[in-house]
């Protein structure tokens, strides 16, 4: 069941320049893509291992046929360490004939609106009613439990956003305390759940202690 749409930004490539070096177009790729993952959607700041620079056409693919799109800045994603690392080698189309950036098993997140594809279910999951979308999701290894409680945390601190704004603006002191001890509660959650995402994230062990 739909519950939420995938994403609420929108990916540009404004870069003009060419460089003879991926790692260049590092901040603007940043910058680009809003600091989110092209695949998943994770905002980079919730993790603490850097974005990679992912080529959508992967390096085996393209090495010894057509090696600019080494830096070719189209062919350049932004993508947090788990779906690159899923995504790997994976390519399917045929470079010797065809000159585009195409790779058949994935939708090109610049070219295709991912909302179009995906949407989150109601426990916060990736979903697809989408043939190809739905096996991204098994290549890319994005029905992952990490991907739940990352959009989890990011809606809690959402929350907390929206009740600190109610907070200031409330002129009547009982709601005002009201409202300070509910955000209170949601500023526990959300560390809460903050924690126990890192850990799992960097493979660390999360104890019952940390979920309740």
Partial sequence: MRYAAFKNHKIQKTCKEKFDDEKKYRDILKKDFSDRCCYCNMPGGLVTTPY????FIPKKAFEGKRDSLKTDYQ???????????????????DLEHDDRIVNELFYNPVMTDYNDIFYRN?????????????????LLKLYRPIHNLAWLVERLELLYDRIEDMEKRETDRERRQLLAK????????????????RAAYNG????KEDME
């Fill in 75 to 93: 062919n350049l994603k932004w993508s947090c360490p788990k779906c690159n690392l899923s995504k790997g080698d994976k390519y399917k189309g």
């Fill in 182 to 197: 509910i955000k209170g509660k949601v500023s526990d959650e959300y560390m809460k759940k903050e924690r126990v995402f």
């Fill in 122 to 138: 109601e426990l916060g999951g990736i979903d697809s009613e989408d043939p190809k979308g739905r096996e991204m999701i098994r």
């Fill in 52 to 55: 990679h620079i992912e080529h």
């Fill in 204 to 207: 660390m062990k999360v104890f």
